[in-house]
Structures are given as structure tokens and as C-alpha cells.
């Protein structure tokens, strides 16, 4: 059973930065790719980043350039570094694990979630 729990959300204002962390257990990285989503209030859940089966990273238009995905291997750890952070940026982030077959930044592929962390962008 995999297991992700996210920290590192907070409030900010715009034009800050963010880093979140995503602690993950019960699998091997060979098995899985991971990836970060979110979801802002009355709006349906979105793929943020995410690593690919080639071990490549992929990024939703909005975020590119500002946002980068990285892993720790180690220590079982994902992380999301936000830059230049607008108040469109207000969301739940969520830590996601696929199976290999379905990585990208489709949220009903996603095998497995955390619970979130609310990042919050104040203009």
C-alpha cells in the first residue's frame, strides 16, 4: 500500500516561492512515477507535474517555467520548488502515484493520493 503525505503548504504573497514535500512509502520508485495535482475551490482537479515512465518530467502550460518537479530516490521524497506564485495558484496540492502504465497529469489515472496541503496566494 503506497502512502504520500504532503508538507510545505502555507501562504504567500505573489511573486513568492513555495517548496512542498511529499513523503512516500510502501513502494519501490521503479514501480511507480509520481507526480503533483491540484484542486482550487468549484474547480475539477488538475495535473500540476509529474515525472514520466522515462524518467522525463512533464509540466500543465500554466506552470511551466515557474514550477519544477524533482525526486529524492533516497530518501523516498518528491518535491514541487513554486516560483513566482500567483493567486491562481490557490489550490490543495496533492502527491500522486501512478502505475507506470499511467503516468502524466490525468487525475483518473492516479492510483493513490495524499491528503493535501493548501497553498494560498495572496495578490
Known amino acids: 500500500q503506497v502512502q504520500l503525505a504532503e508538507s510545505g503548504g502555507g501562504s504567500v504573497q505573489s511573486g513568492g516561492s513555495l517548496r512542498l514535500s511529499c513523503a512516500a512509502s510502501g513502494y519501490t520508485y521503479s514501480s511507480v512515477c509520481l507526480g503533483w495535482f491540484r484542486q482550487a475551490p468549484g474547480k475539477e482537479r488538475e495535473g500540476v507535474a509529474a515525472f514520466l515512465r522515462s524518467g522525463s518530467t512533464t509540466y500543465a502550460d500554466s506552470v511551466k517555467g515557474r514550477f519544477t518537479i524533482s525526486q529524492d530516490n533516497a530518501e523516498n521524497t518528491l518535491y514541487l520548488q513554486m516560483n513566482s506564485l500567483k493567486p491562481e495558484d490557490t489550490a490543495m496540492y496533492y502527491c500522486?502515484?501512478?502505475?507506470?502504465?499511467?503516468?502524466?497529469?490525468?487525475?483518473?489515472?492516479?492510483?493513490?493520493w495524499g491528503q493535501g496541503t493548501q497553498v494560498t496566494v495572496s495578490s
Open positions: 500522486a502515484a501512478s502505475r507506470l502504465e499511467w503516468c502524466g497529469l490525468q487525475p483518473r489515472l492516479v492510483r493513490y
